[in-house]
């Protein structure tokens, strides 16, 4: 029995360690995103491209509210297999 749970828990960690790597990558997508918003002038921005600044800069916070969702997922997800984890560890010492 405990090598069928030392099993799930390596899965788990290798499915995490996935999660955190497809993360780090909407990361590094997300910080590059920000530092071209910050290019964008704060005061009197053309007329002329206006229009395609404020759309860019919607896509921008898309992004960065997807990447925090993201986050929170994987939070979510680490939480449940860890309480699944510590109440087989809990039934075990029971027995």
């Not at 898309?62 to 993201?70: C, E, G, I, P």
């Amino acid at each position: 029995m405990d090598q069928q749970i030392t099993t799930v828990i390596s899965h788990m960690a290798k499915s995490h360690l996935e999660l955190a790597r497809i993360i780090e990558a909407k990361r590094q997508s997300v910080v590059h995103a920000a530092k071209l918003v910050t290019a964008i002038p704060n005061e009197n921005p053309s007329v002329e491209g206006f229009e395609g600044t404020t759309d860019f800069a919607l896509q921008v916070t898309k992004n960065v509210t997807s990447y925090l969702n993201s986050l929170a997922d994987l939070e979510e997800a680490l939480a449940e297999n860890l309480t699944q984890v510590m109440k087989e560890l809990n039934s075990n010492e029971g027995e």
